[in-house]
């Protein structure tokens, strides 16, 4: 019965989003204000009978309902409650209802908080956030159903893939989809714009928010991925630039570049039509991680099972939803250049700088990524692109992109001083060369790039902290001047400086544990150790455990500093039966100085009857997952920054608009 | 800029979009494999081996004549402590049902008593099993991993590879009907 109940509330969403694609739209085209108003109903509704269904899922998991086909393929009776919860959108189908549910959660937001937008404005994003619903309703119901039923049924299931039975998961996708569709919002927007033919500050106002929204979820979501990948698949490594990574980090690219240039079209109406292209894309780029995902396209650690079906049914969205943005770009937006005049030097060329460098950094991610398939069409010759290619394409462009980083905020809209900006900022870039060379000197050298990006890390962070410094006269004004003009600092400003200075710290992980990771194999009997990085490690023995729904091997392991301990580490090797798979546990012990990582590999009985460890060394890696909680932070901060005030309401919301 | 230049700017995303679609199209070929990796030996001479039985297994190791002869020899490299070839294994005991179709085994650096544990287990669906303590036929076939599986014809050329193992659709969908084409034997 719940099965059903969830199936028929997905019809009933695509029956509603239907309506609310067509009827607010002609309404904003012929100014009836009933019919434009209609939309704000429906996608309330909308988002109710998605909730319904979705928690409909979530409650078959619960009950190990084995009828249904989804529970019975990622599901079993043993499996503990988060990841019976988790399990739900562990999958295709789950994860594309979860997808939905947050398109229409998109919708209902702007529908709740939209009441100062101009009715046609919010008619029109409301009617193309429901266009996109409807496309991806129709797609799930044809080929991807999660609640389809299985007679006779099964007496257990087939269980979840144990790499995703993790924590990390309850939050990663959830996050990662929350980034995804938020882009969805901007990209209806900006369709929206391009129909009405104007993109005024007000229109920038509304937008920056829900690209912050977007760019601070997906970016904690690529963070937590990270982090999963770091402390699950047991390599140690924490990115692989493997498409589906890729492919996520796109949109959080062009989420980037969106942010710093909605800013110029708010405060100086420049960059308009780029504007609108990036709003465009950021989503594009998400739609195209979708379709990389789920077609098996291209080959992931991360893919979904392959269905070259489901794949042409996406392609057909992807053509409907980007080519036809991209059309009416091409129509439209024509009309849109122009806008606030500018010098040479000034912040507007320099986040055009900005711009142009993450577009290059981002349009360099996704020639990594299709290349191969390009190549694999044109001249049928099978390659691979891999950390190579990146390190010597996207590395070097963001060279100057962070040096660029800590100028930009001192520079002044409309004309800048370059002479004076030097001055704000020596002290800043004299301290980072130091500690560059004080890192190469303690370290005993090491690659030239990695002292350079060490340095460039404390630029990042000593730069934003002499802006802020700056802007409350900090050591020119009373201490106490100081302090009131930091409570009460805007708190956009805030989000930068703590954005801004989260990624210097993140580089400095990046950085270390990429450029300074030590690596030991060795082959132990119980009783005999190793060595690595100043610490002794001792296989004492190796238990046999059973969890609730695997087996497993745990070795313990002594870690000494001067023949003293100082930590036991217990790395794992599960096997679970259901699945048929083992897995590694990782045991992981943080410091600020860096990770020390042990894995149990297999048992290499061939050459003897020890157990074969791994382990590594991982410098400073806890300040990649600081600096992006920083960073997420700068963002949610910036989310709740309190809107100038554009237009005050004077008419009733129900009125009709004139049309224009 | 001139107007002209000026649109054909602004409709170069679209077209950029579509020529990627199209790609994006063929690339959905359902008979393209994505995870497919060309060994350089298809198409050649299988490289010569000789191993030596593996002990108290009761078959014979493998000569260079073997590969040669049978309308397809399938070339299987395996150990016991290999988790995948477990799950590979019963695909393998229907794989040797097949006419015509000869079964090589190699035991990659393996201790013996455990290489006959796991067979009379699981079932030998092998003729001859070498056993490769060194790793060295690894090396020469230029493996990635155990399991992994090579297909020869009757001259002893290799004309299929597959890495990992192979599960149930596998076998059916991609590996019969290249056997059958291998072997020259239709249905």
């Not at chain 1, 050459?607 to 400073?620: A, I, K, N």
Request: charged share 15%.
């Amino acid at each position: 019965m719940i099965p059903e109940l969830g199936h028929y509330a997905l019809v009933l969403a695509l029956l509603v989003a239907l309506a609310q694609s067509i009827i607010p739209l002609y309404g904003a085209h012929r100014g009836a204000g009933r019919l434009m108003a209609f939309g704000e109903h429906a996608a309330y509704i909308q988002f109710l009978l998605l909730a319904l269904a979705f928690l409909a899922l979530v409650q078959s998991y619960l009950v190990s309902d084995f009828t249904v086909l989804n529970v019975v393929q990622n599901s079993h009776s043993l499996k503990p409650l988060l990841y019976k919860i988790s399990g739900a959108w562990g999958n295709h189908e789950g994860s594309l209802l979860l997808w939905v549910l947050m398109l229409a959660l998109f919708g209902g937001l702007v529908a709740l908080f939209g009441g100062n937008l101009p009715a046609s404005l919010r008619a029109r994003v409301l009617a193309i956030q429901a266009l996109i619903a409807v496309g991806f309703l129709i797609f799930m119901l044809a080929t991807s159903n999660p609640f389809v039923r299985v007679i006779p049924p099964p007496l257990d299931g087939r269980d979840l893939n144990p790499l995703l039975q993790d924590p990390g998961l309850a939050f990663h996708p959830p996050l990662l989809y929350l980034g995804y569709v938020g882009f969805s919002l901007v990209f209806s927007f900006a369709v929206a714009a391009l129909i009405e033919g104007r993109i005024d500050p007000a229109w920038a106002r509304w937008v920056r928010p829900w690209t912050l929204v977007a760019w601070t979820a997906l970016g904690a979501g690529i963070a937590l991925g990270a982090r999963w990948a770091y402390y699950e698949l047991g390599w140690g490594g924490w990115w692989f630039w493997d498409p589906v990574e890729n492919v996520s980090f796109m949109p959080w690219i062009a989420g980037t570049a969106l942010l710093h240039c909605v800013s110029v079209v708010e405060k100086r109406e420049a960059f308009r039509a780029w504007t609108v292209l990036l709003a465009i894309l950021a989503f594009s780029m998400s739609l195209l991680g979708t379709f990389i995902v789920r077609s098996g396209l291209l080959t992931s650690v991360h893919a979904f099972a392959v269905d070259p079906e489901r794949g042409v049914f996406i392609l057909v969205l992807l053509f409907i939803a980007i080519g036809g943005s991209l059309a009416l770009y091409a129509w439209r937006a024509p009309k849109l250049s122009g806008g606030g005049s500018f010098q040479t030097i000034s912040r507007e060329s320099g986040l055009l700088l900005n711009n142009l460098l993450l577009s290059a950094a981002c349009g360099t991610v996704l020639v990594g990524t299709l290349y191969p398939l390009f190549m694999e069409l044109i001249s049928g010759d099978v390659v691979s692109v891999g950390p190579p290619f990146y390190n010597q394409t996207f590395v070097p462009l963001m060279i100057p992109l962070v040096i660029l980083m800590g100028i930009g905020p001192f520079l002044p809209w409309k004309k800048a001083d370059l002479g004076k900006v030097f001055s704000r900022i020596l002290g800043a870039a004299l301290a980072s060369v130091a500690i560059a060379a004080l890192a190469a000197i303690l370290l005993g050298g090491g690659p030239v790039m990695a002292v350079l990006f060490l340095g460039f890390a404390a630029w990042l962070v000593l730069s934003s902290l002499v802006e802020l410094a700056d802007r409350i006269r900090l050591f020119r004004a009373p201490l106490r001047d100081s302090l009131a003009r930091l409570t009460g600092l805007p708190r956009r400003q805030w989000g930068m400086t703590l954005a801004h200075a989260g990624l210097g710290i993140a580089i400095a992980g990046m950085t270390g544990s990429t450029v300074w990771k030590q690596e030991q194999i060795e082959t132990l009997q119980p009783g005999q150790s190793l060595e690595i990085a100043g610490y002794e490690l001792v296989l004492e023995r190796v238990d046999h455990i059973t969890g609730p729904n695997y087996q497993s091997e745990q070795a313990v392991i002594t870690v000494m500093v001067d023949d003293n301990p100082i930590a036991v580490l217990l790395p794992e090797r599960r096997f679970y039966p259901v699945q048929r798979m083992p897995t590694t546990e990782a045991a992981i012990r943080i410091t600020a100085g860096g990770d020390l990582y042990a894995v149990l590999g297999e048992t290499d009985q061939a050459l003897s009857e020890g157990y074969l460890l791994r382990v590594y060394f991982e410098p400073l890696v806890i300040w990649i997952w600081v600096g992006t909680l920083v960073m997420s932070i700068g963002g949610i901060i910036s989310i709740a920054a309190r809107q100038p005030v554009t237009k005050a309401k004077t008419k009733p919301k129900a009125e009709p608009q004139p049309a224009e | 800029m001139r107007k002209g230049t000026k649109g054909l700017l602004f409709l170069l995303p679209s077209l950029i979009f579509v020529a990627a679609a199209v790609g994006f199209f063929l690339g959905l070929d359902p008979d393209r494999d994505p995870r497919a990796i060309p060994s350089p030996l298809v198409d050649h001479q299988a490289p010569e081996i000789s191993l030596p039985a593996v002990e108290g297994l009761g078959l014979p190791g493998i000569e260079p004549a073997m590969l040669k002869g049978a309308p397809v020899t399938v070339v299987n490299l395996w150990a016991s402590w290999c988790a995948p070839c477990r799950i590979e294994h019963p695909q393998l005991m229907d794989l040797a049902e097949e006419p015509g179709v000869r079964m090589l085994g190699i035991d990659y650096r393996d201790q013996p008593a455990a290489a006959v544990r796991f067979l009379k287990e699981l079932g030998n669906p092998f003729e001859a099993v070498g056993f490769d303590q060194e790793g060295r036929a690894g090396i020469d076939w230029g493996i990635t991993g155990v399991p992994e599986t090579f297909f020869l014809d009757s001259e002893g050329r290799v004309r299929h590879r597959h890495t990992g193992p192979i599960d149930a659709d596998t076998l059916k969908n991609n590996i019969l009907p290249r056997v059958r084409e291998i072997g020259g034997l239709t249905g």
